[in-house]
Antibody
Framework: EVQLVESGGGLVKPGSSLKLSCVAS????????MHWIRQAPKKGLEWIAL????????YYADSVKGRFTISRDNSKNTLYLEMNSLRSEDTAMYYC??????????WGQGVMVTVSS | DVVMTQTPPSLSVAIGQSVSISCKSS???????????LNWLLQSPGRSPKRLIY???KLDSGVPDRFSGSGSEKDFTLKISRVEAEDLGVYYC?????????FGAGTKLELK
């Protein structure tokens, strides 16, 4: 069974940093690209980053480019999202999702990040 | 960026009724590999999104055949026949053809 479990969220002040993790199981993690997607409270979904299976390519939404970094450690079956210079508008539930057949085939349960003074 | 225009924003339905949700993209979603990466997701209350349909019309494993997807190029539809209580929540279309990948604004399906 495919499982994606996010962690690392919390309450932080504007301008600070946070690193999210997504631990994968139930599939060969090193063979699949991975996404991060976020959802602000009571809002819709926003794609924010994609990393290829071998980290050869990384893509970001303009809203996070230059502040967020997606990475992965295939030996640990773990996806990361390093978030710097956090703003109040980054407050959201953050989901990781797997690039499978047709893309976005499995999603994690999400981790909440709150940016507030 | 590709804009996904999803309508209606909400639907009030009775159990057993059939409904349709529309999603229109600002650009063709046919990829260079000839596939069309248009997904439909359901976010049940308090849950993470779950994919129901991929590549326009292919049902994910375990998804009831009451759900169907259709469309091409820039115009797509999700149909739910005989709505059941477990179908309630917010439906999103999602295009995976072009980066940045983009979502529709969502359609909230509620009980009448």
């Amino acid at each position: 069974e495919v499982q994606l479990v996010e962690s690392g969220g919390g309450l932080v002040k504007p301008g600070s940093s946070l690193k999210l993790s997504c631990v994968a199981s139930g599939f060969t993690f090193s063979s699949y690209g991975m996404h991060w997607i976020r959802q602000a409270p009571k809002k819709g979904l926003e794609w924010i980053a994609l990393i290829y299976y071998d980290s050869s390519n990384k893509y970001y939404a303009d809203s996070v480019k230059g502040r967020f970094t997606i990475s992965r450690d295939n030996s640990k079956n773990t996806l990361y999202l390093e978030m710097n210079s956090l703003r109040s508008e980054d407050t959201a539930m953050y989901y990781c999702a797997k690039v499978g057949v047709g893309l976005f085939d499995y999603w994690g349960q999400g981790v909440m990040v709150t940016v507030s003074s | 960026d590709v804009v996904m225009t999803q309508t209606p924003p909400s639907l009030s339905v009775a159990i057993g009724q059939s409904v349709s949700i529309s999603c229109k993209s600002s650009q063709s979603l046919v990829a260079s590999d000839k596939n069309t990466y248009l997904n439909w997701l359901l976010q049940s209350p308090g849950r993470s999104p779950k994919r129901l349909i991929y590549q326009v019309s292919k049902l994910d494993s375990g998804v009831p055949d009451r759900f169907s997807g259709s469309g091409s190029e820039k115009d797509f539809t999700l149909k739910i026949s005989r709505v059941e209580a477990e179908d309630l929540g917010v439906y999103y279309c999602l295009q995976g053809t072009h980066l940045p990948n983009t979502f529709g604004a969502g359609t909230k399906l509620e009980l009448k």
